[in-house]
């Protein structure tokens, strides 16, 4: 069994400053990660992931995770947030075993406020 | 490509009533999930299918929760009996078989029973 912890429930940020949402996860098995995120009365969305290759995984609007194994985390970062960004954002964890359903172990989400 | 549908978007039910919501994934998704989220936390997996074999099922949906995926198609899925509970915003989700696929998730059926 996996489980995912978010430690963050809400991160309030101005505008164009850097912000960094964590993620860590446990689980008996190999892993693959993600960041979904969900904007007010919308359904989630995929935002990046990791599955295998490089650890450094980004998104097209400028934000990037990176899976750390020992310390099993994979934080969301971004250098400059817009007002655009505020939204909840969830990391999910998938075993990677084959033949599994790739059904996803939330965490309790972090809600991103972005301030002008 | 008109992504997931789920239908209603909101339902109020009073205790004790059966409630049934629909899903309709991308066409050519085979599978289809379904999550339940209630206020804080993130989405929990009910069950899922593969084309119209319901393949596995959580602890967490009871004997009063039935799922259906006829023809591998839309899906439904119904509480009965409902209790308070039960008010949580239900996710159906659908991918092609393989994680390198992506969920694409609906906007959900919130529900609240009074």
């Known amino acids: 069994a996996q489980s995912v912890t978010q430690l963050d429930s809400q991160v309030p940020v101005f505008e164009e400053a850097p912000v960094e949402l964590r993620c860590n996860y446990s689980?008996?098995?190999?892993?693959?990660l993600f960041w979904y995120v969900q904007y007010p009365n919308q359904g989630l969305q995929l935002l990046l992931k990791?599955?295998?290759?490089?650890?450094l995984v980004k998104s097209i609007n400028g934000f990037e995770a990176e899976f750390n194994k020992s310390q099993t985390s994979f934080h969301l970062r971004k250098p400059s947030v817009h007002i655009s960004d505020t939204a909840e954002y969830f990391c999910a964890v998938s075993d990677t075993r084959a033949g599994t359903a790739s059904k996803l172990t939330f965490g309790t989400g972090t809600r991103l406020q972005v301030m002008l | 490509d008109t992504g997931v549908s789920q239908d209603p978007r909101h339902k109020i039910t009073k205790r004790g009533q059966n409630v049934t919501f629909r899903c309709d994934p991308i066409?050519?998704?085979?599978?289809l999930y379904w999550y339940r989220q209630t206020l804080g936390q993130g989405p929990e997996f009910l069950t899922y299918?593969?084309?119209?074999?319901?393949?596995?099922k959580s602890r967490l949906l009871s004997d009063r929760f039935s799922a259906e995926r006829p023809k591998g198609s839309f899906s439904t899925l119904e509480i009965q009996r409902t209790e308070q509970g039960d008010s949580a915003m239900y996710l159906c989700?659908?991918?092609?078989?393989?994680?390198?696929?992506?969920?694409?998730f609906g906007s959900g059926t919130r529900l609240t029973v009074v």
């Open positions: 299918f593969q084309n119209e074999a319901q393949l596995e």
């Open positions: 066409s050519e998704h085979n599978r």
């Open positions: 990791y599955l295998s290759g490089s650890t």
């Open positions: 989700a659908s991918s092609l078989a393989g994680v390198n696929y992506g969920y694409t």
């Open positions: 689980s008996s098995v190999s892993v693959y």
